[in-house]
């Protein structure tokens, strides 16, 4: 439900704010998807190449400290294959064994579904695990990967947990993990959320 209810706000906040060309393109396409969300987040939809400002926070859960509430572009859609596998090759070359969290063979499964599989709740799941992996893999490697494609991975993960939460409890426990590594970092408190979200 909070899922949806951002994704809303964030279709919302493009539409009463941004550009009229930009926002007439967004209504079009949110006739034609039939589901908000898949606007916003599918590969299909164009939304990765049409960011969608929002002022909501996207650097961990619920309500934004007064810190996080900066206005930016939040793409809700995995940057391209090539970079997402050179992400999770980096995490899994540079981080040690204590920290695979999935395996690579979990990691590949979970591309596989993203890039070549059918769409669903499945292919979500499968979303958030390999976006997770990834975020972490390009903290690795900031030569390589950008802060904002990093950011990409995060927010595409997060934007998809409830639904590893609700169908996949064990996985959900695991993108909690790569989540706290990942603003362990920065972010102390989102980290700390995360890890006491699995406690729960």
């Known amino acids: 439900m909070r899922t949806r209810l951002e994704t809303l706000e964030t279709v919302f906040s493009a539409l009463r704010e941004g550009p009229p060309a930009e926002a007439e393109r967004l209504l079009h396409r949110i006739r034609t998807a039939g589901d908000v969300a898949a606007v916003l987040h599918s590969g299909d939809s164009g939304a990765d190449t ?32 090539d970079t997402t596998l050179k992400a999770v090759d980096s995490f899994f070359s540079s981080s040690g064994k204590l920290f695979h969290v999935f395996s690579r063979d979990q990691a590949m499964e979970c591309y596989r579904a993203v890039f070549y599989g059918p769409s669903g709740s499945d292919r979500d799941v499968a979303t958030s695990c390999l976006a997770a992996v990834a975020a972490v893999g390009g903290q690795y490697n900031p030569d390589l990967f950008s802060d904002a494609t990093m950011r990409d991975f995060y927010d595409v993960s997060r934007h998809h947990f409830d639904e590893v939460l609700r169908t996949a409890p064990l996985r959900a426990v695991k993108v909690c993990t790569l989540m706290a590594m990942f603003n362990i970092m920065g972010k102390c408190a989102v980290a700390l959320a995360f890890v006491g979200r699995c406690l729960r």
């Open 50 to 81: 049409d960011p969608v400002p929002t002022s909501a926070s996207s650097s961990g859960v619920g309500a934004a400290s007064p810190d996080d509430r900066d206005v930016r572009p939040i793409r809700l859609g995995l940057p391209d294959a």
